[in-house]
T-cell receptor
Framework: AQSVSQHNHHVILSEAASLELGCNYS??????LFWYVQYPGQHLQLLLK??????LVKGIKGFEAEFIKSKFSFNLRKPSVQWSDTAEYFC???????????FGKGTKLSVKP | DTGVSQNPRHKITKRGQNVTFRCDPI?????LYWYRQTLGQGPEFLTY????????KSRLLSDRFSAERPKGSFSTLEIQRTEQGDSAMYLC????????????FGPGTRLTVL
């Protein structure tokens, strides 16, 4: 079945540690890729997105993601996390012009001060 | 606040009752999406509208579910004869158009069916 997989359910890091969250998808053809974040008590908001061009995408708050087509991956990275990055992170894919997002199950990130 | 709004924020109902949720998108956004999110899962697509036309419905949207977007502005999602399995967060998102455009999400309506 077509899906989006996020490898880690819960990641715990100390402040200043580097972060990489994995995301793989199983769709062929052209896809649009997104990372959304949900801070505690807040609604989903976009971190970054990729649809064409440079496969290394920079988003808000120092996050970046790299699209590797051969690996069907779109991993999220941040060189140095902060306590305020504690949140749940969702990878999502859309195809074509319909735009409906297919989400992974999410990864909870806890950053210890 | 000019973001997506949803009402009510919480709804508790008894099994078998009907419930209706409302979503007000960002003004001038043509597309409106409904998603459902259960505990430990990412949001799952239910349906979407381009203006007032409902263009796609997920197989998750059983015949007890109906959505409307009269006049292409706000949208309602109705669940008839609620079941305990309907308990979830119902999310609405809007965007100018599909594909690569960012979807802006509302805060959601949390439904609890007793």
């Amino acid at each position: 079945a077509q899906s989006v997989s996020q490898h880690n359910h819960h990641v715990i890091l100390s402040e200043a540690a580097s972060l990489e969250l994995g995301c793989n998808y199983s769709y062929g053809g052209t896809v649009n890729l997104f990372w959304y974040v949900q801070y505690p008590g807040q609604h989903l908001q976009l971190l970054l997105k990729y649809f064409s061009g440079d496969p290394l995408v920079k988003g808000i708050k120092g996050f970046e993601a790299e699209f590797i087509k051969s690996k069907f991956s779109f991993n999220l990275r941040k060189p140095s996390v902060q306590w305020s990055d504690t949140a749940e992170y969702f990878c999502a894919v859309s195809r074509g012009s319909q735009g409906n997002l297919i989400f992974g199950k999410g990864t909870k990130l806890s950053v210890k001060p | 606040d000019t973001g997506v709004s949803q009402n009510p924020r919480h709804k508790i109902t008894k099994r078998g009752q009907n419930v209706t949720f409302r979503c007000d998108p960002i003004s001038e956004h043509n597309r409106l999406y409904w998603y459902r999110q259960t505990l430990g899962q990412g949001p799952e697509f239910l349906t979407y509208f381009q203006n007032e036309a409902q263009l796609e419905k997920s197989r998750l949207l059983s015949d007890r579910f109906s959505a409307e977007r009269p006049k292409g502005s706000f949208s309602t999602l109705e669940i008839q004869r609620t079941e305990q399995g309907d308990s979830a967060m119902y999310l609405c998102a809007s965007t100018h158009s599909g594909g690569t455009d960012t979807q802006y999400f509302g805060p959601g309506t949390r439904l609890t069916v007793l």
